[in-house]
């Protein structure tokens, strides 16, 4: 009796003779770029340093697209979109030290936002490693210490053979649910070594499905079967388990009103009679979910930004789906369930029953009729105007990336994505400088349609330099800054604080001369042509900017 456990694929001929005799100068690096794309890597993102140079050797004798950045940490962002934007794995390659520590911001924001980043970077040689100080450029005691609480699983190659199963379980570590950022490192002499192993060709490290488990579904299901008052929540782990179509199709089984978090933009429609949208930092929201007899949180872990800075405090009995098993039950206690999303609703929708309700939609309307008197009340029309204006322009499939700033803060509660996973923001982390490198990373993963970046003036000076790359590779990609002379948002919580702000006003430069330095076209617009200029820098192929001087201010909140 033959076992699958005991079943071995046996070479072709072709193959052995292949194995038996490997092509000359190959070295360490190699190995690396060979895995990639045995893994089904097309694109590779990154910037060489001294103690890499093996594995960017080896990539002129690969088929991989390589796409270079000029900081490390944009280089993370850029990884951190086609990650988004894909689902599929973001290789990232990086340097020692101080390249390697640079990228440690993007990095967070992966694993906040579970963005599947492969980072390999390189390492001392080996006769460094252990902690000794031997002088070594760029040595740390510890360079695995600086990564291991941010990513996900940090992997180490010390000999050449041992290169293709780290790699391939980094990437089943950055793919199993929930995705997330993992590391690899690999010794300077060890990437530089000439080899002599085969070519690297078939490689598997597909993770295994989180399946929910049934007596769970089971009581999740009747709990919704039975409820007056359902509502939903759902967070980024919908959109990136492709679980859209199943929310929707058991939000109208059950008649539950459904809300977005600002990760999980475009998860439900937004026009659709039970879509309460994003409005979370709204007391109108946060009442009328608390209200609800049974919650069910979807791919959310009810951090500070959804639960209206930790003000929400739900009545009924909650229900989440999360497969992040640190963020269950984290916040709320409930019925947790460990799984991804898009099985686990695939699941309520076998079991769970319908349920009719004609108050529900009517109730929606309610809830979004308070939230529109309460912003109409303070005289917010520029921002409103901005923020339609960039709809209008932005084609609905078209994705775009928001750096931390006002309007983006606008954006994630009053901005119809349209379309799942075409909308993202660096609110994982909240760390600035993400919109323009992420957008391109977007643009390299699909170069056929145009891509928005949206940063303040403040956001923009940590990016200024990937406009080179941006032309380098004639990436499509339009970046409208706002420009209001500071940290517009830092500005406004010091003086609603302290009454004055402090360090948050900048001296920049004329953003349309220094972008046409770069050759890339740029506009200053003004927020009543910014719809046609704008449109007209999107239809444009290449990359393009647009300047928008205009002093934003925030909606009042609701959680002070």
Request: charged letters at 20%.
């Amino acid at each position: 009796m033959t076992h699958d456990h005991d079943l071995v694929l046996r070479p072709t001929q072709a193959q052995t003779t292949a194995a038996l005799n490997p092509p000359a100068g190959r070295n360490g690096g190699d190995l690396v770029v060979e895995t990639l794309a045995g893994l089904g890597a097309t694109t590779v993102f990154g910037l060489p340093g001294q103690h890499a140079l093996g594995m960017f050797d080896a990539l002129r004798r690969s088929s991989l697209s390589y796409v270079g950045l000029r900081v490390e940490n944009n280089a993370g962002f850029a990884a951190d979109a086609y990650g988004r934007i894909t689902g599929e794995v973001a290789p990232l390659l990086l340097s020692t030290g101080p390249g390697a520590l640079m990228s440690l911001a993007a990095l967070q924001e992966s694993a906040a936002a579970s963005a599947p980043v492969l980072a390999i970077g390189s390492q001392v040689p080996t006769a460094g490693l252990g902690g000794g100080r031997h002088g070594y450029l760029h040595e740390l005691r510890d360079q695995q210490a600086s990564f291991r609480d941010v990513v996900k699983s940090v992997h180490t190659a010390r000999t050449q053979s041992q290169i293709p199963s780290a790699i391939a379980a980094a990437w089943e570590s950055a793919l199993t649910a929930p995705h997330g950022p993992v590391w690899v490192e690999i010794p300077q002499d060890v990437l530089l070594a000439q080899t002599t192993l085969p070519v690297v060709t078939a490689m598997d490290a597909t993770p295994d499905d989180l399946v929910p488990r049934p007596e769970l579904t089971a009581v999740a299901a009747d709990l919704l079967s039975r409820a007056t008052r359902p509502a939903i929540i759902a967070g980024g782990g919908v959109v990136r388990s492709d679980a859209t179509g199943k929310l929707l199709a058991l939000a109208e089984k059950v008649n539950a009103p459904v809300v977005t978090t600002f990760g999980g933009k475009g998860a439900f429609p937004w026009e659709h009679p039970l879509s309460l949208q994003s409005w979370l930092e709204d007391r109108h929201t946060t009442d009328f979910l608390e209200s609800a007899d049974v919650l069910l949180v979807v791919g959310s872990g009810l951090g500070e930004l959804s639960s209206n800075y930790h003000t929400f405090a739900p009545r009924g009995r909650v229900i989440q789906i999360e497969a992040d098993a640190g963020k269950l039950e984290s916040n709320h206690p409930g019925l947790g369930i460990h799984a991804d999303a898009r099985l686990a609703l695939s699941a309520l929708l076998e079991t769970v029953e319908e349920r009719e309700d004609a108050s529900a939609a009517d109730a929606v309307r309610t809830v979004l009729d308070q939230v529109r008197a309460r912003i109409a009340s303070q005289d917010l029309t520029l921002e409103q105007q901005v923020l339609a204006s960039v709809r209008e322009a932005l084609p609905d499939d078209a994705p775009s990336f928001w750096d931390m700033t006002i309007l983006a803060y606008w954006a994630w509660s009053a901005f119809d994505a349209r379309r799942p996973n075409t909308m993202h923001s660096a609110q994982g982390a909240g760390g600035l400088g993400y919109g323009y490198p992420a957008a391109l990373g977007a643009a390299a993963a699909d170069p056929t349609r145009p891509v928005l970046a949206v940063s303040g003036d403040g956001g923009a000076m940590y990016s200024i330099a990937e406009l080179a790359t941006a032309r380098q590779y004639d990436l499509p990609v339009t970046w409208l800054i706002v420009d209001d002379g500071g940290y517009g948002i830092l500005r406004e919580y010091m003086k609603d604080a302290f009454g004055e702000a402090t360090a948050t006003e900048l001296s920049r430069p004329d953003f349309v001369a220094l972008a046409e330095s770069f050759g890339v076209p740029a506009t200053r617009t003004t927020p009543e042509s910014l719809a046609e200029d704008l449109g007209k820098a999107l239809a444009e192929p290449g990359p393009s900017v647009v300047v928008l001087p205009a002093v934003l201010r925030m909606f009042g909140p609701t959680h002070l």
